[in-house]
Every structure is written in structure tokens, then in C-alpha cells.
């Protein structure tokens, strides 16, 4: 019941969240009272939470929850606070269509996270919040007006050059070639979508460091990132036709719940 295995729980419930296992991410976070345990883990719960709600199409209930978590995830001031959180806080407002205030908390997210770069909390930042501007553009509803989409897109790419270093830095082999795969993939579809508003894409130093998006599946699944792998093949399928790719991250987003990926992923 102490702080250690309280943070393991969180851990455990975020690993359990990207190996599309969500049920028994909620069953590990009920497991705890966490009202006791300070305001750093309880933003981290908070942010877990929501986030979950916000890949099921609960855009409300995910504003609900994270309450004044953004707020406290800047005071606590690092980057494991106030990346994943204000994260979080995009991903639900781009749900609700709220766009501007998706893109001000990405903006806010990457002020607020020092000037030393944090390689594999940076890489999973950018590959959410690129996943949140392709989404915002392939809303059925009132998509993201192009002059927001562009906006976004450059300021994620002024992001990507700037954690290129730390993407890039060795480590343990697993997280290495994690951290890779997800900045690689991210670029690359962030090159994508800035073509195609005709923009240029990100120019990194050296490309050739990280794996692009087909490259990034094998890591990925070869680490359980279920959740992960299924919208790379989405962002595959969307671009061009990959019939596979898209049945597969199909029965993945059905068998999870998560509506708004299979609202996608049904389009035509």
C-alpha cells in the first residue's frame, strides 16, 4: 500500500492500456484508493482514466475526470506529469471538436516541459498528439478547419526536430526500440499530413536513425503495443489502400471498445 506499489499499479494499468487490455487496466486502478496518495499520482491516475474514456468516444466523462489535473501537472512541473496529462487534456477537447483549446494544451504541453528533452516520454507525446490531428481531420462532424490542422502540424513538427537528439539516445534495447519505432512512425505520418497540406515535413538531421511506420510494426507488436500497432495500420490504410491493415486495426478498435477508431476505420 505504500508509494512503490502504489506507482507500480499505475505502470502496470498504463503497460495493460497500450496492450489493448482495457478491462483489466480498470480492474488494476480500482484495486487502489487513490485519493491518499498525493497529488502526482493521483494526476497520473486521473490522466490514465481519461484517457481511456477519450479512446472509448466518452469526450465529456474524460473532461469530467481530469478536473483540475492540468493545472496540478503543471505545478508538480516535470515532464511525466505534464506531457501524458496535458495530453490528455487534447485528446478530449479534439473529441468534443473544441480544437483550438486541443491545440493550446499541446502548445502548453511542450512549454511547460523544460528545455531538456525526455526521449521516450517525448516520442509517446508526439505520437498521441499526431494521432489526435489526423483524427481531428477525419471526424465525420465538423472536422479541423486546415488553417488549425496546419497550425498543428507545425508546431509538432518544430517538436519532433527538437526531440530528435533524445529520440534518437541509446538505452535498454526494449525501451530503445520502442522509443524509436513510436517517434519514427510519428514522423514519418507527420511528414504525410504536412504534404499534404503543403507544408513541408519535418527535416531530421538523420531519418535514417528510426523506423518509419510499416518499419515500426514488428517492434511494436513484438512489444505487445497492441493499441499502438492498430492505428499505425489505420494511418496506413487511410493514406493509401491496405484492405489488411485496415481489417486488422478494425477487430482490434471493436474488440476494445473504441468507437471513434472504428467510426474511422469504417469510412470509406
Known sequence: GGVFAQWIHSGYAEFLIVSGRWEEAERVIADVEWTRTGEYIEVSIATIRSQLATYRGQFDEAVRILGGAEEAAVRIGDQQAVLPTLVAVAQAQAGLGNDREALAALRRAMEQSG?????????????????????????AEAPIEESLLASGAQLLGEY??????????????????????????????????????????????????????????????????????????????????EAAFLADARRTFEELGAHPYIARSSRD
Request: no cysteine; proline share 4%; aromatic share 6%.
Open 115 to 139: 528545455s531538456i528533452a525526455d526521449g521516450s516520454l517525448g516520442s509517446y507525446f508526439l505520437f498521441e498528439a499526431v494521432d489526435l490531428l489526423v483524427g481531428a481531420r477525419r471526424r
Open 160 to 241: 519532433a526536430l527538437g526531440l530528435e537528439s533524445a529520440a534518437a539516445a541509446g538505452g535498454e534495447a526494449s525501451t530503445d526500440g520502442v522509443r524509436r519505432a513510436l517517434f519514427g512512425a510519428a514522423v514519418e505520418q507527420l511528414g504525410s499530413l504536412s504534404r499534404s497540406l503543403g507544408l513541408a515535413p519535418p527535416a531530421l538531421e538523420n531519418g535514417a536513425r528510426f523506423s518509419g511506420r510499416l518499419e515500426a510494426l514488428p517492434t511494436l507488436d513484438d512489444h505487445h503495443r497492441t493499441f499502438d500497432v492498430a492505428r499505425v495500420k489505420l494511418w496506413l490504410a487511410e493514406e493509401r489502400p
